[in-house]
């Protein structure tokens, strides 16, 4: 709606998890380095944790492009509530097994054997399970299980499970010990610090026509830190309802006043009392 006032070619503050608009923070770097080398070294379990919005579901989108380009072959469940027979059935279809996909012995056995096939000619196979967190003990214990398949060269089957920290604290649980023992590469997102908050802000705009923005003055890019604590969805969505404000208001610049109103709308919850004084 804004898009043409500012000038921007698309809008800057969409909510999708678009590696187009990737900003390569020190941690999301890392998380991605994590992944990728995870997977090339058949390392069998990879772990990816972090609070609500911080930009899982976004890495997992990065590394399923890697993987895509190298052609190595990955099967990939959003929706983790899934039943047992549920889980082996999407599996059967993502990675496109020539089985009875309702039958878990008949996708095991052929699973097995392109796990094997895939292997012995150099390649291996990926499991992305995103909302890790909300998988039922007898999947993850089935999902255990696949990440014992090995050959002497390593794991057959890289697992990569991305959830919030509820997941951590679920592997922390007696009945999953076996399961934590291993995992062999963790890594976790939290919310930006105020400098990576800043070049956030600034690349996605950059990335969507305006260099060298000055529509988001940097005292205001400090509030918006702060109120949404870093963290990259509700940094998005602030500075979009930012947006439309100062463009409702025919202002190309935005204010204090107007972030006022946007968080109010949003109910977002902050401290006021340690809120930065506008200068
Ligand atoms: N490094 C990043 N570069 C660009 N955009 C990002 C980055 N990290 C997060 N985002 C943006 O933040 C929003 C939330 O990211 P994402 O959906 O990946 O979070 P999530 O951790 O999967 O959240 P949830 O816990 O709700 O599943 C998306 O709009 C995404 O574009
Ligand atoms: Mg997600």
Request: charged share 25%; aromatic share 8%; net charge negative.
């Amino acid at each position: 709606m804004y898009n043409a006032f500012f000038g921007f070619t698309q809008n800057p503050f969409n909510m999708s998890p678009d590696p187009s608009f990737l900003f390569r923070s020190p941690q999301h770097e890392e998380a991605l380095a994590n992944l990728i080398y995870g997977v090339q070294s058949r390392k069998g379990f990879i772990v990816l944790t972090g609070e609500v919005g911080t930009g899982k579901t976004t890495m997992l989108e990065c590394l399923r492009d890697f993987l895509n380009a190298q052609q190595i072959a990955f099967a990939s469940l959003f929706n983790s509530r899934l039943t047992v027979e549920q889980f082996f059935e999407m599996l059967a279809y993502d990675l496109e097994l020539r089985c009875n996909k309702l039958s878990k012995t008949e996708v095991l056995l052929s699973l097995n054997s392109m796990l094997l096939e895939r292997a012995g000619a150099g390649r291996t196979t990926v499991l992305i399970v995103d909302e890790a967190h909300n998988l039922e003990w007898d999947v993850l214990e089935e999902i255990r299980l696949l990440g014992n398949l090995e050959n002497r060269r390593g794991k057959l089957l890289q697992i990569i499970l991305a959830g919030q920290q509820e997941l951590d604290s679920k592997l922390e649980r007696a009945e999953f010990r076996q399961l934590k023992q291993r995992i062999s590469l963790r890594c976790a997102l939290r919310g930006f610090d105020l400098e990576e908050a800043a070049a956030y802000i600034n690349s996605r705009m950059a990335r969507a026509g305006v260099k060298d923005q000055k529509i988001i003055p940097h005292p205001i890019i400090e509030e918006i830190h702060y109120r949404s604590q870093g963290i990259p969805r509700l940094i998005n969505s602030i500075c979009d309802n930012l947006l439309l404000t100062a463009f409702a208001m025919e202002s190309k610049v935005t204010t204090l006043e107007m972030l006022d109103e946007v968080t109010a709308d949003m109910r977002l919850e902050y401290s006021k009392e340690s809120a930065i004084p506008p200068r």
